[in-house]
Every structure is written in structure tokens, then in C-alpha cells.
């Protein structure tokens, strides 16, 4: 376990039934633990420093941590949970460090697990999806990405072909069309004042689909659960991705890059559930491949609203998305 002090909080006696909350529930991962989900953090902050974007992500997974293990847990006795540690970023060197998490993913998928990852900045999702591209290798399986966020992330690559916070779906593209396959990437919650007509063409040309942050309302879920169903029955695995900035800077202001607008947490939230029932929940036949919450910065979260938030996600993504068989 990377750190057990912080899997810690109240204790419930004497109620009746199921009274636990993570701290209780939560066991440390070794190869051969079995199905369930393992939360692995990536304390990483070095994409959003090459990124321009304030520092302070690296922080991110412990932060979460500390608040989601005094939740109530609702998974039961058949849903595990394990801690499966930290990749940490030594300095500059992010491709090492994403080559780490992408190893560290392959393996938990090998054990059955669904990794649930806490950043650190978007350049998680590059890493993560090393991993679930190698693991998705011998079956040829499709991937594709849905994330939530404000931005594109398909910035170009730095000179010398280094990544940042804002590249990591430009990268995961280049690897579909290396592999022959169509890019399949799905953004919900886009602001368009936050991304340049450049962005929008790149977009447009790799065959991104996105839905912009005005139309994110929680009557407008039913019609685009249509758009999201059609993207989830194109492929076999899917790299969920959450990004902290997608939602209003007043409700999310410890991120890197703060949103004008951003979209409610409710349509986030069921927008989650969906993805869960449309995927299939449990490790048998479901396209889940990952979930990963990115761009938690405590030093900019002194009232703690951002965190607690994150834990809500990572609450909903571990029990919307996987129930044990």
C-alpha cells in the first residue's frame, strides 16, 4: 500500500447492518488479488508545467485518498478494492514516468482489475492508455476515449516529441492511426472560448466527436446518451477519463485550469451511470478498460470543494461502473 496512513477515518459501531466505509474495505494489491478495482494514483504534475498551467497536481491522489476513505462504502462483500500504490514523476522525466503507470495498468488488468486512477494532471491519460493498449494488443480490441473536459487535449507535441497536460488525446490518436485503426475519441463538456480554431480543425480532421459545455444539461442527457450508446457499440474497450476543469470554477477552483462556465456534476455523475449500464458492469464482457480522475491542485483547493468533488467521482465510478459477477 503507498501510503496506509491516509486509509483512515470514523469507525460506525452499533448500527444495524452494513455500517463500513473505504478505509475498511480497502486491502493492498498484489498480482494474483483476483477481480475488483484497484485505485492507483499518478503524482504527476510535470505535463502541466510544460503545459503552462499552474503546478500542483502531483498532490492530487493522496488528496483523494484522504477524502474517500471515510465514505460509505456500498459495494458489499463481492466488490474488492485494493490499493495498487503510486507512480510518481521524478522531476522532467514524464515519458519515463508515464511508461511506469502504463506498465502498472497492464498488470492490474492482467489480474482482472478495473483501474481506477487519481491524478495528477491530463497527462495521465496518455500513460493510462499505454497500459490499455498493450493489455487490448493480443486481441486486436478497439479502443476508444471518452473523456469529460473542457479541452481537446490534442494540442502538438513539444519540440523533441515531448507530451504535456494538453497532449495526451493527440498522442492516444496517433497511436490509433499507427495501429491502422480509426481515431475514436468522444469530449464531453468542450468550451469553445478555451479552444483555439486550430484545435477544432485538428479535431475535425481526426474524426473527433464532442459535446460543447452549453448543451451539457441534465435534460439534454437523454439525447446525447444516443451519441454516447453509438460510440460505446463501436468499439470493444473504453478509456473513461474525467478532467476536474470540465466543471464551474465556483464548484471546482482547485484545478490547473479554472473553467468560466463548466458543466453541472449531475450530468456528469448520470452521464457515468449511463456509460456503466451501456458497458456492462463487472469484469465479464464489460468494454470498461479504465477510469481516471485528472487535474486535482490542492494548493489552489483551500476550502476543499475540488476534492471532495473528485471523491464523489471516484465514488460513482467504482460503483456505477463495476459490480462483481
Same mark, same amino acid.
Given at each position: #500500500?503507498? /501510503?496506509?496512513?491516509?486509509?483512515?477515518?470514523?469507525?460506525?459501531?452499533?448500527? /444495524?447492518?452494513?455500517?463500513?466505509?473505504?478505509?475498511?474495505?480497502?486491502?493492498?494489491?498484489?498480482?494474483?488479488?483476483?477481480?475488483?478495482?484497484?485505485? %492507483?494514483?499518478?503524482?504527476?504534475?510535470?505535463?502541466?508545467?510544460?503545459?503552462?498551467?499552474?503546478?500542483?497536481?502531483?498532490?492530487?491522489?493522496?488528496?483523494?485518498?484522504?477524502?474517500?476513505?471515510?465514505?460509505?462504502?456500498?459495494?458489499?462483500?463481492?466488490?474488492?478494492?485494493?490499493?495498487?500504490?503510486?507512480?510518481?514523476?521524478?522531476?522532467?522525466?514524464?515519458?519515463?514516468?508515464?511508461?511506469?503507470?502504463?506498465?502498472?495498468?497492464?498488470?492490474?488488468?492482467?489480474?482482472?482489475?478495473?483501474?481506477?486512477?487519481?491524478?495528477?494532471?491530463?497527462?495521465?491519460?496518455?500513460?493510462?492508455?499505454?497500459?490499455?493498449? %498493450?493489455?487490448?494488443?493480443?486481441?486486436?480490441?478497439?479502443?476508444?476515449?471518452?473523456?469529460?473536459?473542457?479541452?481537446? /487535449?490534442?494540442?502538438?507535441?513539444?519540440?523533441?516529441?515531448?507530451?504535456?497536460?494538453?497532449?495526451?488525446?493527440?498522442?492516444?490518436?496517433?497511436? #490509433?492511426?499507427?495501429?491502422?485503426?480509426?481515431?475514436? $475519441?468522444?469530449?464531453?463538456?468542450?468550451?469553445?472560448?478555451?479552444?483555439?480554431? =486550430?484545435?477544432?480543425?485538428?479535431?475535425?480532421?481526426?474524426?473527433?466527436?464532442?459535446?460543447?459545455?452549453?448543451?451539457?444539461?441534465?435534460?439534454?442527457?437523454?439525447?446525447?446518451?444516443?451519441?454516447?450508446?453509438?460510440?460505446?457499440?463501436?468499439?470493444?474497450?473504453?478509456?473513461?477519463?474525467?478532467?476536474?476543469?470540465?466543471?464551474?470554477?465556483?464548484?471546482?477552483?482547485?484545478?490547473?485550469?479554472?473553467?468560466?462556465?463548466?458543466?453541472?456534476?449531475? $450530468?456528469?455523475?448520470?452521464?457515468?451511470?449511463?456509460?456503466?449500464?451501456? =458497458?456492462?458492469?463487472?469484469? =465479464?464482457?464489460?468494454?470498461?478498460?479504465?477510469?481516471?480522475?485528472?487535474?486535482?491542485?490542492?494548493?489552489?483547493?483551500?476550502?476543499?470543494?475540488?476534492?471532495?468533488?473528485?471523491?464523489?467521482?471516484?465514488?460513482?465510478?467504482?460503483?456505477?461502473? $463495476?459490480?462483481?459477477?
Amino acid at each position: #500500500m503507498s /501510503d496506509s496512513s491516509v486509509w483512515t477515518g470514523r469507525v460506525d459501531t452499533g448500527d /444495524d447492518g452494513d455500517a463500513r466505509r473505504w478505509h475498511q474495505v480497502v486491502r493492498p494489491w498484489q498480482p494474483g488479488s483476483g477481480p475488483g478495482i484497484a485505485i %492507483a494514483g499518478f503524482a504527476c504534475d510535470a505535463g502541466v508545467v510544460r503545459n503552462q498551467g499552474r503546478p500542483g497536481a502531483a498532490a492530487g491522489p493522496i488528496a483523494i485518498r484522504r477524502v474517500l476513505a471515510n465514505l460509505a462504502w456500498h459495494g458489499g462483500n463481492q466488490l474488492r478494492l485494493f490499493e495498487a500504490g503510486d507512480v510518481a514523476c521524478d522531476g522532467d522525466q514524464l515519458e519515463a514516468a508515464q511508461r511506469a503507470l502504463g506498465a502498472r495498468v497492464q498488470a492490474l488488468l492482467a489480474d482482472g482489475q478495473l483501474p481506477l486512477l487519481l491524478g495528477g494532471g491530463h497527462e495521465i491519460a496518455w500513460g493510462s492508455y499505454q497500459g490499455l493498449a %498493450a493489455h487490448c494488443a493480443a486481441g486486436k480490441e478497439r479502443i476508444g476515449a471518452i473523456n469529460f473536459d473542457a479541452h481537446f /487535449d490534442l494540442r502538438p507535441l513539444l519540440p523533441g516529441e515531448r507530451g504535456s497536460s494538453g497532449t495526451p488525446f493527440r498522442q492516444v490518436a496517433g497511436h #490509433m492511426s499507427t495501429a491502422g485503426q480509426p481515431v475514436r $475519441y468522444l469530449c464531453i463538456g468542450l468550451a469553445r472560448p478555451t479552444n483555439t480554431q =486550430a484545435l477544432f480543425k485538428t479535431a475535425t480532421e481526426l474524426g473527433v466527436r464532442w459535446i460543447e459545455d452549453l448543451d451539457c444539461q441534465l435534460a439534454n442527457l437523454p439525447a446525447h446518451l444516443s451519441i454516447i450508446e453509438e460510440f460505446i457499440a463501436s468499439v470493444d474497450r473504453i478509456q473513461l477519463s474525467v478532467c476536474l476543469d470540465v466543471f464551474p470554477a465556483g464548484l471546482a477552483p482547485g484545478v490547473s485550469a479554472p473553467a468560466a462556465l463548466g458543466i453541472p456534476p449531475a $450530468y456528469v455523475l448520470a452521464a457515468i451511470r449511463a456509460i456503466g449500464r451501456i =458497458a456492462g458492469r463487472g469484469s =465479464a464482457g464489460s468494454k470498461l478498460g479504465l477510469a481516471e480522475i485528472a487535474e486535482l491542485c490542492p494548493v489552489h483547493d483551500s476550502a476543499g470543494a475540488t476534492v471532495r468533488l473528485a471523491a464523489r467521482i471516484a465514488f460513482e465510478l467504482a460503483h456505477s461502473l $463495476y459490480r462483481a459477477p
